[in-house]
């Protein structure tokens, strides 16, 4: 069974860059047909969908945040990451990472990021 973990730091300063990675096991990131996402929860609010990165390498963003998105992937490591530009207070989250396929989905725990001076 496919299992997911973030990590990167929990508190990023406004303006700067924030960055996480997902690390997979049980599975690697290249098997056909998986989709690889980040998905968020803003305190008090619903999840949002923030992009993927399919087994091909292609890559899709949400239209709202995608001149400040970029996901990535490092094969050798089965790792995905997200990063995120330009960061504000708005951008305080629960962020997760989450895998999707014809067998099921799957989450990581998920990792608080507070954006703060």
């Known amino acids: 069974q496919v299992q997911l973990q973030e990590s990167g730091p929990g508190l990023v300063k406004p303006s700067q860059t924030l960055s996480l990675t997902c690390t997979v096991s049980?599975?690697?990131?290249?098997?056909?047909?998986?989709?690889w996402s980040w998905i968020r929860q803003p305190p008090g609010k619903g999840l949002e969908w923030m992009g993927v990165?399919?087994?091909?390498?292609?890559?899709y963003y949400s239209p709202s945040l995608k001149s400040r998105t970029s996901i990535s992937r490092d094969t050798s490591k089965n790792q995905f990451s997200l990063q995120l530009s330009s960061v504000t207070p708005d951008d305080t989250a629960v962020y997760y990472c989450?895998?999707?396929?014809?067998?099921?989905?799957?989450w990581g725990q998920g990792t608080q990021v507070t954006v703060s001076s």
């Open positions: 989450n895998a999707v396929s014809i067998k099921g989905m799957y």
């Open positions: 049980g599975g690697s990131i290249t098997i056909n047909s998986y989709a």
């Open positions: 990165i399919n087994f091909d390498g292609s890559t």
